[in-house]
């Protein structure tokens, strides 16, 4: 089942085209992972599903136009999960969470929406933060209570930003485990802009390569990250190997002369 198709999409700030001419497909319960160097329209593509910016072209959800839909509509059906970690105003773990029940509230919170994040700091193992300020958490906290303020819209689809970004290794494998994990519990969707393609190789169904704000190549991570398509998107040689029957990235040095770390 197609969870997400976008067709012919196209984005620019003014006169400097972003996204052009994109088409993507996400299926049911599977994550897809846009890759590409800086610059080369993951955040915007991000955005434009969320509709935090509109596009040209169309972007379907389980077949209805999200230009069509009312905003709590998208915000019942779509959990945004930002690169910033930050809230404006001091505020609980709970009541953080809280605040993905929005759009399921019409005058108060019930006694429905309290248990439904109860759960859902219980299932990212949560609960003894609840009532610890938000901003006193870790970087790998704060982003695990934000999938699950996301999580608390109950949403089709997971929209995630950079949510490895700033985070050392082991709260990036404890992040992407849960995204995973909540992947195939819920048979829920994601679609996660990353940069580090050993994780994207090793999380993701499906990765989509952009350059430029097109679409280089799109596919599983064992096709699409071999050592040619790194070079030709990224400008850079790279060594590909094998490991537990994923694709792992090894860089070597960047195609203009300067190491590449």
Sequence with gaps: MVKISIKDLTFSYQSNKILDDLNVIVDDAEILSLVGPNGSGKTTLIKCIDRILKPKGSILLEGQDVQSMKQQEIARRLGYVPQSSSTPLATTVFDTVLMGRRPHISWRVSDADLDKVADTLELLNLQELAMRDFGQLSGGQKQKVLIARALAQEPAVLLLDEPTSNLDMKHQLDVMETISSLVKEKGI?????????????????????????????????????????????????????????????????????????
């Design 189 to 261: 969707s994601a679609v996660m802009a990353i940069h580090d393609l050993n994780l994207a190789a090793r999380f993701s169904d499906t990765l989509v390569m952009l350059k430029k704000g097109v679409v280089y190549a799109a596919g599983a991570p064992n096709d699409l990250l071999s050592e040619k398509n790194i070079s030709e998107v990224y400008g850079v040689e790279a060594l590909v190997m094998r490991s537990l029957d994923k694709p792992c990235i090894v860089p070597l040095r960047s195609l203009n002369g300067a190491a590449a770390g």
